[in-house]
């Protein structure tokens, strides 16, 4: 039996069982059962799935990490040229333009943005062919020796270097080289190139751009100078400049204008009822009435319509008078009752002249009482004519006044808005102009510290430093890709794996007989082999009391002892629990039925000629094809010699009738199968199983692998009775327990 550890290597863990099992079939057989689904395994690792890793393969990384720093480290020093002389000048840069004044109109800049924008300054073609252009300098041999080969422009802008160190107020312009003599006086160059062409350049532009904010500011005025004048042209024609003023003018000539049309309305009723009086009296005359001197005349005028008209106008026109005499300060200029003024002495002409026309025919009338009443009703006829055409004069004239008041008082509004806007945009533009006059007599915001001195010495300490950094980087990626390749395996190395990351239960965990972990620490000891045999034998007898208690709860017999791959201890597996279920005075009959790579017959000495092959193809009986093995109540059937004839049989269900027969002779079967994943037989094979276990090999096993094969026996319904952990070494596998067993 001693072949049958050699597939064992180490680790140990807890097992556990299940709390409840599976219920019975109304046959006495246990029902298969589905296993339990395996969660969904993360190819994503985390810090802790890598440390955990990197702790499983800590030999193999530590090595290669150490070997790959030394191999960098030596190359590193070689391929890093030796350093150079270098030769910087220092310059100071403001974060805030420097001012005079507490504020200035200028806009701020992120100073980060200005720290490169000044850097692309520096390296900027103009500064550097400025900086060239110097006969002491393009005769440098350090200049010479480069222009016989490439630009001396564009090698300049690749040597030198600006810094501002910790993204303080301080730039350094630097070079690097072998002549210290050469890169002193190219750095120099260069730095005075940039004072002159971009520092104080600005400061000439800031100067001009002050000039012409003053010619603007002399464009301004003398635009407002012309549009006061025309303003004051405007109020003179329109008679004030105050917008009030010339609204309440206007309501005034609206006023009258109503009036003058009512007033042409009303002469043009009493025409026409003057002339159907005069066609009534020519139809029947009538006789005059005689009338007296004096009081007579002045009766027969004040009884005038026209008169009396003129006389209500004159009273109305008055009586405005007075109210606008009361209200205003000024009345000799007031527009208002300039107008009322005229229009009392219009009307008091056209009154006067009425009675002088009315005067000659009332003396006439009271004279000659025998005057035909129809000679006065053509007077009053045309004389109601004229004065309608007077009328209509008067109101043209107030529609004309109108018009042109109004467009003047827009015409003024107009001007006015534009002084106001040109003389606050000149108040700006001189504000300006003047802040940035002030502004020019503060100090540069870029201003040279120390200028750049030859050096005298290398830093002999940069080529250690990058081979410090290169080796550090190189054991830190060989630490990191040993530790992912080891992730990327998958390997089982843990009991949580197996219960929480496939979901399988945990029948039992076997030690390992060879330990092939990292060397003990503190001088533990290493138990022997005779120790560790002991507890091998202990473990299975562990799994052998779960087995043969789920039996009498289920009707187990049949067992299939599989895994996901070869090589993972399915054959030893089988062999011990055999052994095991023997010793425990249990009938046990092991077959194996791996026919395309058998191993049995090795471990028990036992002839291949004649096995369950030949029983599948119905060349030999079931009972001469079981063999005795050295262990009581332990029987093997062997492989036998497979061919496509067998695998035929096995793919039919042959195997159903075979395990049937056994099932009356023997206790137990245990059923040493072929790896799930790489061929179909151990899953035709499990479909006639009562259970499965499931081969698990400590640190060979891989979980994407044991979850696929899980995959294929949940797909078939087959009962997996659980999972056993191979090559353990925990603190319940201690050669202390040996001893007492």
Partial sequence: MSGMHEELPSTSIVSRVPASAPAKPTDGRAAPAVPARPTALSATPDVVSLLRALQRRWALALSAGLLSAAVVAAVSYYVVPPAKYTALSTLRVSMHQPKVMAAANESPIDYLVFQKTQGALIKNRMVLAHALSDPAISELKTVKGVAAKVDPIQWLETQIKVEFPLNQEVMQIMMSGDRPDDIEKIVDAVTDSYMKLIVEADSSERSKRADQLLRLHREYQDGLKLKRKQLRELALSAGSDDRDALVYKNQLINQQLSMAEQERRRLRSELTRLKIEEQTLKAAAKDPAPADEGPAIQELIERDPMVAQYRSQLDDYRSKLDRHMRLVRNSTSDPAITALRKQIAMVQRLRDERIAELKPLAAAQAQAPQNNELEQIAQRIASTQ?????????IEAFKEEVNALNKKTLDLQS???????DSETAKKVRAEAETIKVELQAPKRVQVLVKATAPRT???MRQIKVASVSAAGAFAFALFGVSFWEFRARRVNSVDQVVHDLGLRLVGCLP?????SRPRLLGRSQPSLEDRQALLMESIDAIRAMIL?????????????????EGEGKTSLSGHLATSLARAGRRTLLIDCDLRRPALHRIFDLPQDEGLCELLRGELGAAEVVCPTPVDDLFAVTAGRSDALALQALARGDLHQVLEGYRGQFDFIVLDTAPILPVADSLLVAQHADAVVFSILHEVSRLPMVYGACERLSALGVRVLGAVLAGTDGPYHRPRYAAKA
């Fill in 386 to 394: 004229q004065w309608e055409a007077e009328v209509a004069k008067e």
């Fill in 415 to 421: 001007e006015k808005d534009e002084i106001a806007i």
């Fill in 458 to 460: 290398r830093d002999e």
């Fill in 512 to 516: 390992a007989l060879v330990d092939q």
């Fill in 549 to 565: 208690h789920m039996s009498r709860v289920d009707s187990l017999s049949v067992v299939m002892v599989t895994s996901a791959l």
